[in-house]
């Protein structure tokens, strides 16, 4: 999630420098790294769900238990992932972002 922040730095320059607000900026950030996240959960999730079924439904119950927690922990992480590298990027001045990105 760092580096796809900083690698995004151009364009939070240019979005600042065209007026845009630093919330709309956060929302932005952080909706992109969630639906990356989220990408990731599910198909790890998928890949377990159908490893346990292919190896019977024993503890299945307790499969569902921990993929939920475990998700819902992944997911917070890759989001405080995002926080130092957003915040760097939203104290660059826009035209230094634009000239060094």
Known sequence: ???TVARRTREIGLRSALG???G?????IFSRAALLVSAGI??????IL?????????GMSFVLNAL???????????LLACVEPARRALTIDPTTALRDG
Do not use: K, Q, Y
Not at 24 to 28: D, I, K, Q, T
Not at 50 to 56: E, I
Not at 68 to 78: F, I
């Open 68 to 78: 939920m927690r475990t998700s819902a922990v992944m997911l917070v992480v890759g």
């Open 42 to 47: 599910v198909a790890g999730n998928v890949f």
């Open 20 to 22: 845009a607000s630093t």
């Open 50 to 58: 159908v490893a346990v079924w292919m190896g019977g439904e024993a």
């Open 24 to 28: 709309r900026l956060l929302v932005g």
């Open 1 to 3: 999630m760092s580096v």
